[in-house]
């Protein structure tokens, strides 16, 4: 993935979010710039301040609280995202890591107290950082330059529909094994490993859809349509959607990618097997 691609993944993920979490998330990396003026835009007060501290999932959201040092549970984060939790008095954050390089760089953790960021470090190796926290107040541990890079060949089916004298309705069922999914709504699904789809037509007919798909592994994903046993279809996708008409019986059919292809490229990703506050005595 080059830059460009990351800069659009990470416009993507700022869309994605509430407005109140991108204001928080702005306020946060204003911190790591050169300004003149007050990057201390969102200043969140503490609200509840447990003994010992629990750490909850602020993003991606999760109702499960993230263990202190008695949890046999690390945290990993497989996205960006951060952490967060309320402390009444300044004391040691400590923290133990794991990094998993990818694009030739670890994950960086980032901590700020009150929107100001106090620390900031690379996890490359298992390692343990203890952070002064000055005072009170409310502390989130993010995680930012998330990195993910494969390459893959798919099946892309568009206006997917049946036609017969009697009926034009048809069932459609995608495993999860398959790595995809159906848009009743579009009428499309698309997917990517070796197990087939299966599609069950109301009635003998015609199956009519616009088919392609992304190379990958210098080559294009070949479509295998079968019917009662029997092949009744090879379709060698490309890029530019080609209209294909099956005619069909009644019985359920499927459709696989006969030449499935999928590379990891990188994986950055970061856990956290211990986090822990520890009040000042």
Known sequence: MDRKDQAMKCAIFLTLLPPALVTALIAWEAASLPLTTTHDLLVPQSKTCTAPVHFNVAFPY????????????PYTFMSNGWLSADVCQKGTLIINGQGQIADGAPPILQVALNSQLIWKGEFSTLSTVEIPIPRKGHLTVGYFNDF???DYRNAFLERVRFQSATCQTFTVN?????GGGWNAQTRSLGWLFATPITLKPCSAGSLIFNASGRKGGKAFATLEVTQEGQKIRKIQLSYQPQEVEIAVTAQPLEI?????????IGDRNLTLRKIQFVPAR
């Open 148 to 150: 993910y890079s494969s």
């Open 62 to 73: 999760d109702d499960s609280p993230v263990k202190p040092i008695e949890s046999s549970e």
């Open 174 to 178: 995608v495993p999860a094994e398959a």
């Open 256 to 264: 696989r990618i006969a030449n499935p292809y999928f590379q990891e």
